[in-house]
């Protein structure tokens, strides 16, 4: 623990209860009905008959509780990084043993004698792509739920309307990839096919292996398309708190203007909740990279880079993780291996969602 | 919007308001309807007029007329910034819309295909000791989770709203925020390099408590924090100036008042964690037998059954009554936990006065 004095600590935070009144109602200075400060605290000037030993210890104890829990939380965070680091080793830094480069191969094959050949390229790509699908579909359409949760939906149904949000968020993201590939992924390729047909010019939406529509099927998109469902309730959520958190004078200042609602919205409530949106925004993020099941179950694994969306491929480091642990045991790179492509997608959300909440800190400094 | 509806001197000829003094002028208000069916109309014309199949099509392209049927009156009545908020609001319902169909798509989905399963499933007798194996499962391994996670999560919580102050206090916050981004199988590896790795343990069902244990901790721990915050200082004040120590102070007012909201947060918390599969796949093996002791052996969960039926585990399908029937029990199994939390949620709102 930290704080050098825990009866200082205690005094400051116990204490400070009955300062505060003091300063609100300064009337009686030092009166019969002030000893509560010095017997909450346990004060270590005066000491009176109703402060004794025990009291103190009780409080040290619990505190001692209380802090030990924060701590453990801390350790957890540590040793994960920890013990991935150290299983990883082998395979960060594999030398012979990989014919491949880690970062730049896009291969996963072990073997069990000769040397193995992998990298993280297509799975750094997968899970790159399927996040960035997620975000361009999901955080403006989570900004438009919590606005009009916020804003346009009637009071009183408000509260039940961001209910049914959260219910989303409820859904296992098993069922999530369940639904995608037994409804979504056969109900959308004709859709898949229309994207080809119209935008092959993009080249994202070009498929040059595909000539029927019964081809088309689990792909990067589709994945991408159920993600961004996924995150919408995470995202919009947090907007939706932003968003109600409005003063209201700048909000009345605007109508009062005769603004418009969505002029009142562009221009009283979205630079508002700017930090809070891209917060928010960041958040889904994580959660988008770290999905595993949901992915695992929408994309046909082929470990390479496909820029054509709509081909069968993709993979990204959770996908991989789960699909390839069953066989992983059998060669001496396969575990390590994956848990490298573990502490890759760890360092990357650890980094994201510090992001995220930095800019969630540095706004409640800036509006407090 | 409320608006000022101005005395109209004479009746307005069709489609087309008078402009008053105060206010522009203004679309009628059935003109969201009028533009609606011209939308449909085209639309529906289009699909057989054009040959289309399909009715996606036909739908997307109505709504896309729609906004433009719409804003295109209303640029002509009301000028470009009336227009202009006409798109932004029929924008934000339809983003409202668009995350109530998934929603509903998915739960009809799922009975559609999960009650049939389920009523074979429980009367074939190998499927329903598969799907009791599984439901002891995960009750046993997500309880345990919960018996891990909820008291350390309460007591972190405790800390930060009653002692936390400082830079101890800070890094704790931070890393429960941290903390809440780690992948589920982010969680999972980790356990496994730890135990089975580290320590050489088979797969059994503790392993995966303990990984759901980690990613219940930070949920909790954010729920009761605020929970903590919604106790009255008056309370505390008053305890204290009966001369309670700040320990007995937390346990006996501050925990009590907080009770039911600490009970949501820790249901809630349990209904994130007990759909998990992730984690699973590493650590807890999976069973076709019952086996309840989740101390050793491989252990069967509803959403292990439903990734062994779906053929991802081994490479061989099982029947699909196995998977859908146990994935509807683990959806009913996660629903009733949020709305137990959330009729708790209610009954815990008059405690703040």
Same mark, same amino acid.
């Given at each position: 623990m930290t704080e050098p004095d825990p009866l200082e600590e205690e005094l400051r935070s116990a204490g400070a209860v009955a300062d505060e009144q003091r300063r609100a109602? /300064? @009337?009686?200075?030092?009166? /019969? @009905?002030?000893?509560p400060s010095s017997a909450a605290g346990g004060s270590g000037t005066v000491r009176s008959s109703i402060s004794g030993q025990s009291v103190r210890r009780g409080d040290r104890v619990f505190k001692g509780l209380a802090a030990g829990s924060g701590a453990v939380l801390l350790v957890v965070m540590a040793a994960i990084a920890a013990f991935l680091v150290w299983k990883a080793w082998p395979a960060l830094f594999a030398g012979d043993a990989?014919?491949?480069?880690?970062?730049?191969?896009q291969k996963w094959s072990f073997s069990s004698e000769g040397p193995s050949n992998f990298g993280v390229a297509a799975l750094a790509f997968g899970t790159i792509v399927s996040a960035t699908i997620a975000m361009a579909i999901g955080v403006p359409v989570a900004i438009g739920i919590a606005l009009y949760i916020s804003h346009y939906a009637p009071r009183r149904l408000a509260t039940v309307l961001g209910g049914l949000v959260d219910l989303l968020a409820a859904v296992p993201s098993l069922v999530f990839g369940m639904w995608g590939l037994y409804l979504l992924v056969p109900k959308t390729q004709g859709f898949q096919s229309w994207l080809n047909e119209y935008?092959?010019?993009?080249?994202?939406?070009?498929?040059?292996?595909?000539?029927?529509?019964?081809?088309?099927?689990?792909s990067l998109l589709m994945a991408g398309i159920v993600l961004a469902i996924m995150i919408l309730p995470v995202v919009s959520a947090v907007c939706r708190e932003v968003f109600l958190q409005t003063p209201r004078e700048t909000v009345d200042a605007a109508w009062a203007l005769g603004a418009t609602k969505w002029e009142t919205i562009r221009t009283a409530v979205l630079p508002f909740g700017r930090a809070g949106m891209i917060s928010a925004a960041m958040l889904g993020l994580g959660r988008a990279l770290g999905e595993t099941i949901a992915v695992a179950l929408l994309l046909s694994s082929a470990f390479k880079i496909n820029?054509?969306?709509?081909?069968?491929a993709g993979d990204t480091f959770a996908s991989t993780i789960a699909l390839k642990f069953g066989e992983a045991?059998?060669?001496?790179?396969g575990i390590p291996a994956l848990i490298t492509a573990g502490l890759f997608l760890f360092v990357i959300t650890l980094i994201v969602n510090s992001i995220a909440r930095a800019i969630i800190a540095r706004k409640k400094d800036f509006t407090a | 919007m409320s608006t000022l509806t101005s005395p109209a001197p004479t009746t307005p000829p069709a489609g087309r308001a008078l402009p008053s003094a105060l206010v522009g002028a203004r679309l009628p208000k059935w003109a969201p309807y009028v533009a609606a069916l011209i939308a449909l109309a085209l639309a529906v014309g289009a699909k057989y007029g054009l040959g289309w199949t399909g009715w996606y099509t036909a739908f997307f392209t109505a709504a896309a007329l729609y906004i433009v049927v719409l804003s295109a009156w209303s640029y002509s009545v009301e000028g470009r910034r009336r227009a202009k908020d006409r798109v932004a609001s029929t924008l934000i319902h339809a983003c409202f819309v668009a995350a109530m169909v998934p929603l509903l798509l998915i739960l009809v989905y799922m009975l559609q295909r999960g009650l049939p399963a389920l009523t074979t499933g429980l009367s074939d007798p190998d499927l329903r000791g598969l799907l009791v194996g599984g439901l002891i499962g995960t009750l046993e391994q997500v309880g345990m989770a919960a018996i891990i996670a909820i008291p350390l999560g309460i007591f972190t919580s405790i800390y930060l709203v009653e002692y936390g102050k400082g830079r101890f206090a800070r890094a704790v916050t931070f890393f429960v925020d941290v903390m809440t981004g780690v992948p589920s199988i982010v969680a999972g590896l980790f356990v496994y390099t730890f135990?089975?790795?580290?320590?050489?343990?088979?797969?059994?069902?503790f392993a995966g408590s303990i990984a759901l244990a980690i990613l219940m901790l930070p949920v909790v721990v954010r729920s009761s924090e605020e929970m903590l915050r919604l106790v009255p200082r008056d309370l505390r004040d008053a305890s204290y100036a009966l001369g309670v120590p700040k320990w007995r102070t937390i346990i006996m007012i501050v925990l009590p008042t907080a009770m039911s909201g600490l009970i949501t947060s820790g249901l809630l918390a349990v209904a994130r964690v007990a759909g998990e599969t992730a984690p699973l796949i590493l650590l807890t093996g999976y069973s076709s037998f019952l086996n309840?002791?989740?101390?050793?052996g491989d252990q069967a969960t509803l959403p292990m059954m439903v990734w062994d039926q779906l053929g991802k585990r081994t490479g061989n399908p099982g029947t699909d009554a196995g998977a859908w029937g146990a994935a509807l029990l683990l959806v009913l199994l996660v629903l009733l936990l949020n709305v137990i939390a959330r009729l708790l949620a209610r009954l815990a709102q008059p405690k703040t006065k």
């Open positions: 109602a /300064p @009337a009686p200075t030092r009166g /019969p @009905a002030d000893p990989n014919k491949g480069n880690l970062f730049t191969t935008f092959s010019w993009t080249y994202i939406f070009d498929n040059t292996r595909f000539t029927n529509p019964n081809q088309y099927g689990q820029g054509h969306l709509t081909e069968k045991s059998g060669t001496p790179l | 135990l089975l790795l580290g320590f050489g343990a088979r797969p059994f069902g309840a002791n989740p101390f050793s």
